[in-house]
Each structure stands twice: as C-alpha cells, then as structure tokens.
C-alpha cells in the first residue's frame, strides 16, 4: 500500500465560495481550474486505479487563505473548505482516508477554533499552515498556540511554502522574473521558516512536535547541512546592528539536530538526486511519501523512491508506516 501524505485538492463548494467572495482571484481560479484532476474525480480516480493500492491524504492547494480574504470571511472559507473535504473523505474512504484542515491564521482565535473543530468534529489529521502568513513569520509569539494545539492533539502540521512574484530577487527590481520566486524562492521559503521555528526553540517548547516539510525540508537543508551546522555554529558574527548571543546557547542542544526532527516528503517532481540526499539527513524515519498530485507527478515519484537502495522495512516506513504513525491511523 502507498500513501500519499501531500495532495492538493479543490473542492467545488470551496471554490464557489472563494469566487464569490474574492474576484480579484480570478486568474488564480482559472489557473487552479485549469489542472482538471485538481476537481475532476473521475480523471482523478482513474490515475489513481494505474497505481494499484494508492490513497490520498488531501488538502488545499496553494494559495493561503490569508491571501484570498481576512476576517470573517476567511473564516467562513476555511469552514466551507473543511465541510468539504470530510465530506469527500466520508464518500470515498479508500481513496481519501484523510483530510489536513485549512485555517487562515490571520486571525488565531478563529483560526484555532476552527482547527479545533475540524479535528475533534470532522476527523481531520491535522493542520496546513504557510511559510509566512501575509508575511508574518511562524516564529512570532501570537502564532505559538498553533503549535501548542498540535502537540496537545499528537498531530501533524503541513508546511507548505507560499511566495509570489511580488518578492523581488534584486533590489532594483519590482518584481521577481521568470518565476524565480516559484521555482527557488519556494525552497527559501521553507528552509527560513524551518531555521526560524528551530531558533525559537520550537522543538525545546514541544518534543516530538510533528511538522512535515514540503519538497523534502524545502530540498535546501539536507544539501546545506554544512552551511547550517557548522556555518552558523558562529551566530551573530557577521551582523553589527542585532544581537544574535543568546539564540544558539538558549537551544538544549546542538542546533542541526533540531533540523533532523521535521518530517520530509518526497514531493521533488520526480527528481532523484535530491531523495538521496534528503534520505541520508533525514533518515528513513523521518521521510514520508508524497508527490504533490495532481501537481506532480504520482508514477515518477514511485520510480524514483523504488530506485533507491532501501531495505524492505525503510520502503514500507516511508509509503505507509510513517503515515500511519504520524495520523495516528492504520490503513487497511
């Protein structure tokens, strides 16, 4: 059996309800619309049947809900977005056993409410948070009773990266060009927000919180653990006007271990060089399959984890095990 602990869904209701409610999104709706597995069950199920025992953990495609509308009505959106992905759990069990609840977190009363409700009412398995929220990093002190939600439930935050063009690559510009700010800000984005919640002592405040990184850690940390490790052993000594003294001796241990706690999934676009590497840092434990579907490629992704030299009990950690201890579910 494989599952797929990353999946992106679009669900009618919600994005019904995200059109109305936010027109300016009209050319994300028609570029989300135009990946048809995206809403499209049967074309979706049919892919699904060429695999064999494959099942789907799903949520939210990007964009976060903290960009598509703020306040009461972002917290209706998350309501209808969750309604439906448990309604479609409910419906087709043995293709999705899963759900990972959306909230926008640009309001964290409401936002912890509905994750709440959503776990506790419609079974969801967790939470999908973004690498920034509006532009807020994770490590400022009103976002801490996420994580404190999550430890006290024993489940799994959803990392996933969210950066636009407005971030510009160089100073001089407006804007970032050839989709820059997709194709390596992403990466960015996730290992800054993975170094920001380390060195605020996430990890120390929760052990075993469980966070499962998009694209295998960002795809950055495991290939910088040098650059990480070493390289920032000396903290504060390249900036003159911010002290960084107290960060690293406020941790409980050596910083780069904290690293190898998130969980990391094998969403590479069916690149190889990549798992290798990031199974070597993170380990066969802490790897969890995913492909980014209907984003990215389901069979690619199979071969590329099939090529590499695993023993049978790391294979089955990785395409379920470590799913099932993460959800704290089992998959017949």
């Known amino acids: 059996m494989i599952i797929d602990i990353y999946t992106h869904i679009l669900p009618d209701a919600f994005f019904r309800e995200m059109s109305r409610v936010s027109p300016r999104l009209e050319n994300i709706g028609a570029r989300l619309r135009g990946v048809k597995k995206l ?39 998350a309501r209808v977005a969750n309604d439906a992905m448990a ?62 939600l999550m430890a006290r439930h024993d489940l799994p935050l959803w990392l996933h990266p969210a950066r636009t063009a407005a971030m510009p690559d160089y100073a001089a510009e407006q804007k970032s060009r050839f989709e820059m700010w997709w194709c390596f800000g992403w990466p960015y984005e996730t290992t800054v927000a993975m170094a920001r919640l380390v060195f605020s002592g996430v990890f120390d405040r929760h052990p075993g919180l469980k966070i499962v990184t998009h694209h295998l850690g960002g795809g950055m940390i495991p290939f910088f653990d040098g650059r990480i490790g070493a390289g920032m052993d000396v903290l504060g000594s390249r900036t003159s006007d911010e002290d960084y003294s107290k960060v690293l001796p406020s941790l409980k241990r050596p910083h780069l271990t904290y690293f190898r706690e998130f969980y990391a999934d094998t969403a590479l676009f069916g690149a190889g060089n990549g798992l290798i590497c990031g199974l070597d840092f993170f380990g066969a434990d802490r790897v969890v399959f995913a492909t980014d579907a209907p984003l990215g490629p389901i069979a690619k992704t199979i071969e590329q984890v099939d090529r590499l030299d695993l023993e049978d009990g790391a294979r089955h950690k990785i395409m379920q095990g470590n799913a099932e201890r993460l959800l704290n579910m089992t998959f017949d």
């Open 39 to 77: 809403f499209d069950l049967d074309l979706r199920f049919a892919e699904m049947d060429q695999i064999g025992d494959y099942r789907q953990i799903i949520s939210l495609p990007n964009p976060p809900l903290e960009e598509i509308a703020q306040g009461p009505v972002a917290a209706q959106l």
């Open 87 to 148: 309604e479609l759990c409910a419906k087709h069990p043995t293709r999705f056993p899963a759900f990972v609840a959306a909230v926008s977190l640009d309001d964290v009363d409401t936002a912890l409410k509905e994750a709440e409700r959503a776990i506790t009412t419609l079974n969801a398995r967790g939470l999908q948070i973004f690498t920034n929220i509006a532009g807020h990093p994770l490590d400022e002190e009103r976002f801490r009773p996420v994580f404190d």
